[in-house]
Protein backbone atom coordinates (compact mmCIF):
# COMPACT_ATOMS: atom_id res chain seq x y z
CA UNK A 1 0.00 0.00 0.00
CA UNK A 2 0.53 3.42 -0.47
CA UNK A 3 2.67 4.57 2.55
CA UNK A 4 3.22 8.10 1.61
CA UNK A 5 -0.01 10.70 1.47
CA UNK A 6 -1.62 12.87 4.06
CA UNK A 7 -0.33 12.61 7.88
CA UNK A 8 -2.36 12.11 10.89
CA UNK A 9 -1.27 15.56 12.25
CA UNK A 10 -2.47 17.66 8.81
CA UNK A 11 -5.64 15.49 9.02
CA UNK A 12 -6.14 16.92 12.51
CA UNK A 13 -5.35 20.74 11.69
CA UNK A 14 -7.34 20.37 8.64
CA UNK A 15 -10.62 19.00 10.40
CA UNK A 16 -9.96 21.66 13.26
CA UNK A 17 -9.91 24.45 11.40
CA UNK A 18 -12.73 26.92 10.58
CA UNK A 19 -13.66 25.12 7.10
CA UNK A 20 -17.20 23.30 7.16
CA UNK A 21 -15.83 20.83 4.63
CA UNK A 22 -12.43 18.80 4.34
CA UNK A 23 -11.08 17.45 0.66
CA UNK A 24 -11.16 13.63 -0.16
CA UNK A 25 -10.69 11.94 -3.20
CA UNK A 26 -12.25 9.27 -5.30
CA UNK A 27 -10.53 5.75 -5.27
CA UNK A 28 -10.15 6.00 -8.88
CA UNK A 29 -11.15 2.00 -9.73
CA UNK A 30 -13.00 3.03 -12.71
CA UNK A 31 -11.03 6.19 -13.70
CA UNK A 32 -9.09 8.87 -12.27
CA UNK A 33 -9.14 9.81 -8.87
CA UNK A 34 -11.60 12.82 -8.14
CA UNK A 35 -11.23 15.02 -5.72
CA UNK A 36 -14.31 15.89 -3.90
CA UNK A 37 -15.52 18.56 -0.39
CA UNK A 38 -17.22 17.42 1.97
CA UNK A 39 -19.16 18.48 4.97
CA UNK A 40 -17.70 18.08 8.12
CA UNK A 41 -20.82 17.58 9.74
CA UNK A 42 -22.49 15.22 7.60
CA UNK A 43 -18.99 12.95 8.12
CA UNK A 44 -20.25 13.08 12.20
CA UNK A 45 -23.02 11.98 11.36
CA UNK A 46 -21.89 9.06 9.38
CA UNK A 47 -19.18 8.11 12.33
CA UNK A 48 -22.01 8.34 14.57
CA UNK A 49 -24.13 6.11 12.50
CA UNK A 50 -21.28 3.35 12.65
CA UNK A 51 -20.54 3.89 16.54
CA UNK A 52 -24.28 2.95 17.24
CA UNK A 53 -24.60 0.65 15.04
CA UNK A 54 -21.48 -1.23 16.38
CA UNK A 55 -22.14 -0.14 19.80
CA UNK A 56 -19.35 1.54 19.79
CA UNK A 57 -17.60 4.03 23.02
CA UNK A 58 -15.20 5.37 24.65
CA UNK A 59 -14.23 2.33 26.28
CA UNK A 60 -12.95 1.09 22.50
CA UNK A 61 -9.53 1.60 20.81
CA UNK A 62 -9.48 2.25 16.93
CA UNK A 63 -6.69 1.37 14.36
CA UNK A 64 -5.81 3.72 12.06
CA UNK A 65 -3.99 1.56 9.00
CA UNK A 66 -5.19 3.35 5.56
CA UNK A 67 -4.22 6.60 4.31
CA UNK A 68 -6.04 9.46 5.55
CA UNK A 69 -5.63 10.44 1.00
CA UNK A 70 -9.02 8.86 1.04
CA UNK A 71 -12.38 8.77 2.89
CA UNK A 72 -12.05 5.27 4.55
CA UNK A 73 -9.11 6.33 6.34
CA UNK A 74 -10.70 9.80 7.23
CA UNK A 75 -13.78 8.38 8.77
CA UNK A 76 -11.58 5.84 10.60
CA UNK A 77 -10.46 9.35 12.56
CA UNK A 78 -13.57 10.95 12.65
CA UNK A 79 -15.69 7.87 14.37
CA UNK A 80 -12.75 8.23 17.19
CA UNK A 81 -13.08 11.55 17.63
CA UNK A 82 -17.13 11.18 17.91
CA UNK A 83 -17.34 8.17 20.32
CA UNK A 84 -14.34 9.22 22.13
CA UNK A 85 -11.86 6.15 21.21
CA UNK A 86 -8.32 6.23 21.54
CA UNK A 87 -6.41 5.66 18.45
CA UNK A 88 -3.29 4.03 17.44
CA UNK A 89 -1.99 5.11 14.16
CA UNK A 90 0.33 2.63 12.18
CA UNK A 91 1.49 3.59 8.60
CA UNK A 92 -0.97 1.70 5.66
CA UNK A 93 1.17 -1.12 4.49
CA UNK A 94 0.16 -5.51 3.55
CA UNK A 95 0.71 -5.97 7.64
CA UNK A 96 -1.04 -3.39 9.50
CA UNK A 97 -0.77 -5.66 12.75
CA UNK A 98 2.89 -6.91 12.54
CA UNK A 99 4.34 -4.34 15.06
CA UNK A 100 0.90 -3.68 17.54
CA UNK A 101 1.97 -4.52 21.12
CA UNK A 102 -1.77 -3.81 22.08
CA UNK A 103 -5.09 -5.55 19.64
CA UNK A 104 -7.43 -2.62 18.95
CA UNK A 105 -11.18 -3.50 19.48
CA UNK A 106 -12.22 -1.88 16.52
CA UNK A 107 -10.29 -1.69 12.95
CA UNK A 108 -10.82 -0.57 9.25
CA UNK A 109 -9.39 -2.74 6.53
CA UNK A 110 -8.75 -3.13 2.83
CA UNK A 111 -9.19 -7.52 2.02
CA UNK A 112 -5.63 -6.93 1.17
CA UNK A 113 -4.47 -6.38 4.75
CA UNK A 114 -6.38 -8.78 6.06
CA UNK A 115 -5.36 -11.49 3.61
CA UNK A 116 -2.00 -10.81 4.21
CA UNK A 117 -2.32 -10.79 7.91
CA UNK A 118 -3.39 -13.83 7.87
CA UNK A 119 -0.74 -15.14 6.59
CA UNK A 120 1.25 -14.78 9.59
CA UNK A 121 0.45 -16.88 12.81
CA UNK A 122 0.97 -14.12 15.17
CA UNK A 123 -0.81 -11.46 13.30
CA UNK A 124 -3.80 -14.05 12.41
CA UNK A 125 -4.23 -13.91 16.37
CA UNK A 126 -4.30 -10.45 16.89
CA UNK A 127 -6.84 -10.72 13.73
CA UNK A 128 -9.21 -12.81 15.43
CA UNK A 129 -8.79 -10.97 18.65
CA UNK A 130 -10.72 -7.45 16.82
CA UNK A 131 -14.14 -7.02 18.37
CA UNK A 132 -15.06 -5.23 15.47
CA UNK A 133 -13.42 -5.76 11.87
CA UNK A 134 -14.53 -3.82 9.11
CA UNK A 135 -13.58 -4.80 5.89
CA UNK A 136 -14.18 -2.55 2.64
CA UNK A 137 -12.56 -1.04 -0.30
CA UNK A 138 -13.28 -3.97 -2.80
CA UNK A 139 -14.85 -7.35 -2.98
CA UNK A 140 -13.31 -10.26 -0.57
CA UNK A 141 -12.41 -13.04 -2.03
CA UNK A 142 -14.37 -15.83 -1.42
CA UNK A 143 -12.01 -18.12 0.01
CA UNK A 144 -10.67 -15.51 2.22
CA UNK A 145 -14.48 -14.82 3.27
CA UNK A 146 -14.79 -18.68 4.02
CA UNK A 147 -11.73 -18.49 6.06
CA UNK A 148 -13.19 -15.81 8.20
CA UNK A 149 -16.25 -17.11 8.79
CA UNK A 150 -15.30 -18.65 12.11
CA UNK A 151 -13.77 -16.02 13.25
CA UNK A 152 -14.98 -15.24 17.44
CA UNK A 153 -15.33 -11.88 17.27
CA UNK A 154 -17.55 -9.88 14.38
CA UNK A 155 -16.27 -9.54 11.01
CA UNK A 156 -18.24 -7.35 8.71
CA UNK A 157 -17.86 -6.18 4.79
CA UNK A 158 -19.09 -2.58 4.24
CA UNK A 159 -20.59 -1.35 1.71
CA UNK A 160 -20.31 2.45 0.80
CA UNK A 161 -18.16 4.98 -1.38
CA UNK A 162 -16.64 8.50 -1.30
CA UNK A 163 -19.64 9.89 -2.03
CA UNK A 164 -21.84 8.44 1.08
CA UNK A 165 -19.02 9.19 3.20
CA UNK A 166 -17.63 5.93 3.72
CA UNK A 167 -20.40 2.65 4.45
CA UNK A 168 -23.83 2.92 4.72
CA UNK A 169 -24.17 -0.63 4.81
CA UNK A 170 -22.69 -3.84 6.44
CA UNK A 171 -23.21 -7.51 5.73
CA UNK A 172 -22.00 -10.10 8.55
CA UNK A 173 -19.48 -12.21 7.22
CA UNK A 174 -19.06 -14.46 10.29
CA UNK A 175 -21.74 -16.34 12.90
CA UNK A 176 -20.53 -15.02 16.06
CA UNK A 177 -22.82 -13.90 18.89
CA UNK A 178 -25.35 -16.09 17.33
CA UNK A 179 -25.90 -14.26 14.66
CA UNK A 180 -25.41 -15.65 11.24
CA UNK A 181 -22.98 -14.15 8.37
CA UNK A 182 -25.19 -13.11 5.00
CA UNK A 183 -24.60 -12.42 1.32
CA UNK A 184 -26.91 -9.28 1.84
CA UNK A 185 -25.88 -5.78 3.26
CA UNK A 186 -27.76 -4.04 5.76
CA UNK A 187 -28.83 -0.39 5.63
CA UNK A 188 -28.34 1.42 8.54
CA UNK A 189 -31.28 3.30 9.85
CA UNK A 190 -32.31 6.99 8.65
CA UNK A 191 -30.70 5.25 4.84
CA UNK A 192 -33.28 4.18 2.46
CA UNK A 193 -32.17 2.10 -0.37
CA UNK A 194 -34.40 1.13 -3.65
CA UNK A 195 -33.70 -0.04 -7.00
CA UNK A 196 -33.63 1.69 -10.14
CA UNK A 197 -35.10 0.24 -13.48
CA UNK A 198 -32.04 -0.99 -14.74
CA UNK A 199 -31.45 -2.90 -11.42
CA UNK A 200 -28.44 0.04 -10.29
CA UNK A 201 -29.01 0.81 -6.40
CA UNK A 202 -30.98 4.21 -5.44
CA UNK A 203 -29.24 5.72 -1.74
CA UNK A 204 -31.42 8.32 -0.16
CA UNK A 205 -28.92 9.38 3.09
CA UNK A 206 -30.54 12.54 3.97
CA UNK A 207 -27.92 13.16 6.97
CA UNK A 208 -25.11 12.30 4.83
CA UNK A 209 -25.62 12.72 1.25
CA UNK A 210 -28.04 16.16 0.37
CA UNK A 211 -29.32 14.69 -2.78
CA UNK A 212 -30.45 10.66 -3.76
CA UNK A 213 -27.64 9.34 -5.24
CA UNK A 214 -27.78 6.91 -8.06
CA UNK A 215 -25.47 4.30 -7.98
CA UNK A 216 -23.75 2.21 -10.69
CA UNK A 217 -24.30 -1.29 -8.40
CA UNK A 218 -25.95 -3.90 -10.30
CA UNK A 219 -28.40 -5.08 -7.10
CA UNK A 220 -30.95 -7.69 -6.16
CA UNK A 221 -32.69 -7.29 -2.78
CA UNK A 222 -34.22 -10.22 -0.27
CA UNK A 223 -37.92 -10.61 0.83
CA UNK A 224 -37.24 -7.95 3.01
CA UNK A 225 -37.06 -5.64 0.03
CA UNK A 226 -34.64 -4.09 2.02
CA UNK A 227 -31.42 -5.80 2.73
CA UNK A 228 -29.47 -6.36 -0.58
CA UNK A 229 -26.80 -8.38 -2.28
CA UNK A 230 -24.11 -6.95 -5.32
CA UNK A 231 -24.38 -8.52 -8.36
CA UNK A 232 -21.70 -5.90 -10.17
CA UNK A 233 -21.20 -2.80 -11.54
CA UNK A 234 -23.03 -1.28 -14.66
CA UNK A 235 -20.03 -0.09 -16.12
CA UNK A 236 -18.44 -3.58 -15.72
CA UNK A 237 -21.02 -5.39 -18.27
CA UNK A 238 -19.52 -6.43 -21.29
CA UNK A 239 -22.19 -6.52 -24.05
CA UNK A 240 -20.39 -9.53 -26.48
CA UNK A 241 -23.34 -10.35 -29.37
CA UNK A 242 -26.15 -8.99 -27.54
CA UNK A 243 -25.33 -11.01 -24.51
CA UNK A 244 -24.11 -9.30 -21.30
CA UNK A 245 -21.50 -10.67 -19.23
CA UNK A 246 -21.09 -9.26 -15.59
CA UNK A 247 -17.33 -8.96 -15.46
CA UNK A 248 -17.32 -9.31 -11.32
CA UNK A 249 -19.53 -12.50 -11.84
CA UNK A 250 -16.29 -14.18 -14.66
CA UNK A 251 -14.22 -13.27 -11.76
CA UNK A 252 -15.55 -14.84 -9.01
CA UNK A 253 -15.63 -18.24 -10.75
CA UNK A 254 -11.96 -17.99 -11.91
CA UNK A 255 -10.92 -17.16 -8.87
CA UNK A 256 -9.88 -20.72 -7.39
CA UNK A 257 -9.16 -21.36 -11.23
CA UNK A 258 -6.43 -19.06 -12.29
CA UNK A 259 -3.19 -19.57 -10.02
CA UNK A 260 -2.14 -15.65 -11.05
CA UNK A 261 -3.05 -12.07 -10.09
CA UNK A 262 -5.73 -11.38 -13.68
CA UNK A 263 -8.52 -9.43 -14.63
CA UNK A 264 -11.15 -9.83 -16.42
CA UNK A 265 -11.81 -6.68 -19.03
CA UNK A 266 -13.46 -5.68 -22.65
CA UNK A 267 -12.46 -5.34 -25.96
CA UNK A 268 -13.20 -3.99 -29.16
CA UNK A 269 -14.40 -7.03 -31.62
CA UNK A 270 -15.30 -6.64 -35.09
CA UNK A 271 -17.90 -9.55 -35.19
CA UNK A 272 -19.58 -9.25 -31.37
CA UNK A 273 -18.72 -5.27 -30.84
CA UNK A 274 -17.34 -6.82 -27.66
CA UNK A 275 -15.81 -9.44 -26.56
CA UNK A 276 -14.32 -10.86 -23.33
CA UNK A 277 -10.48 -10.96 -22.33
CA UNK A 278 -8.80 -11.41 -19.60
CA UNK A 279 -5.67 -10.23 -18.42
CA UNK A 280 -3.08 -12.22 -16.70
CA UNK A 281 0.19 -11.39 -14.74
CA UNK A 282 2.52 -13.61 -15.68
CA UNK A 283 6.40 -13.70 -14.72
CA UNK A 284 8.50 -12.24 -17.42
CA UNK A 285 11.70 -13.55 -17.45
CA UNK A 286 10.61 -16.94 -18.79
CA UNK A 287 9.74 -15.91 -22.08
CA UNK A 288 7.08 -15.04 -24.43
CA UNK A 289 7.49 -18.56 -25.52
CA UNK A 290 6.23 -19.99 -22.16
CA UNK A 291 4.07 -17.14 -21.53
CA UNK A 292 2.46 -18.46 -24.57
CA UNK A 293 2.30 -22.31 -23.44
CA UNK A 294 0.88 -21.23 -19.88
CA UNK A 295 -1.45 -19.17 -21.56
CA UNK A 296 -2.48 -21.97 -23.50
CA UNK A 297 -3.04 -24.29 -20.59
CA UNK A 298 -4.74 -21.27 -18.63
CA UNK A 299 -7.47 -21.18 -21.65
CA UNK A 300 -8.23 -25.18 -20.93
CA UNK A 301 -8.60 -24.82 -17.63
CA UNK A 302 -10.70 -21.75 -17.99
CA UNK A 303 -13.13 -22.98 -20.49
CA UNK A 304 -13.31 -26.31 -18.77
CA UNK A 305 -14.88 -24.29 -15.47
CA UNK A 306 -17.12 -21.76 -17.24
CA UNK A 307 -19.65 -23.85 -18.39
CA UNK A 308 -21.65 -20.64 -19.69
CA UNK A 309 -19.82 -20.16 -23.14
CA UNK A 310 -20.72 -16.51 -23.12
CA UNK A 311 -18.06 -16.10 -20.18
CA UNK A 312 -15.44 -17.41 -21.60
CA UNK A 313 -12.64 -14.89 -22.65
CA UNK A 314 -12.16 -14.92 -26.53
CA UNK A 315 -8.83 -13.16 -25.76
CA UNK A 316 -5.78 -13.35 -23.68
CA UNK A 317 -3.42 -11.08 -22.60
CA UNK A 318 -0.17 -11.49 -20.45
CA UNK A 319 0.97 -8.50 -18.80
CA UNK A 320 3.56 -7.82 -16.33
CA UNK A 321 1.18 -6.82 -13.37
CA UNK A 322 -2.59 -5.84 -12.95
CA UNK A 323 -3.18 -2.40 -12.03
CA UNK A 324 -4.91 -1.37 -8.61
CA UNK A 325 -5.63 1.68 -7.01
CA UNK A 326 -4.74 3.27 -3.59
CA UNK A 327 -7.16 1.23 -1.68
CA UNK A 328 -6.77 -1.89 -3.40
CA UNK A 329 -9.38 -2.04 -6.11
CA UNK A 330 -8.56 -3.41 -9.75
CA UNK A 331 -8.25 0.22 -11.59
CA UNK A 332 -10.51 -1.13 -14.33
CA UNK A 333 -9.61 1.75 -16.66
CA UNK A 334 -6.09 1.03 -16.25
CA UNK A 335 -6.06 -2.66 -17.38
CA UNK A 336 -8.10 -1.49 -20.55
CA UNK A 337 -5.27 1.24 -21.25
CA UNK A 338 -2.69 -2.45 -20.97
CA UNK A 339 -5.43 -4.48 -22.86
CA UNK A 340 -5.96 -1.76 -25.88
CA UNK A 341 -1.46 -1.35 -25.91
CA UNK A 342 -1.49 -5.42 -25.87
CA UNK A 343 -4.46 -5.57 -28.67
CA UNK A 344 -2.88 -3.52 -30.97
CA UNK A 345 0.76 -5.07 -31.45
Not at 40 to 50: N, V
Not at 103 to 121: G, H, I, K, L, N
Not at 165 to 176: G, W
Request: net charge negative; hydrophobic share 35%.
Amino acid sequence: MDKGGMTLDEFLTEWNNDDDSVLVHTSGSTGMPKPLRVEKKRMLASAWTTCRFLGLDSSDVALLCMPLDYIAGKMVVVRSLACGMRLISVAPSSHPLSQLAEVPTFAAMVPMQVYCSMQDESEMQKLMEIKNLIIGGGAIDPSLEEQLHSFPNNVWSTYGMTETLSHIALRRINDADGSNASEYYTPFDGVDVSSLPDGRLRIYAPEICPEPLETNDIVEFDSTGRNFKVLGRADNVIDTGGIKVQIEEVEKLLHDVVPYDFAITRVADRKYGEAVAIAVALPSDKGKEWQQKELDRLKEQVDGNLHNRYYRPRYYFPVGHIPHTGTGKIARAEVEKLIDICHIH
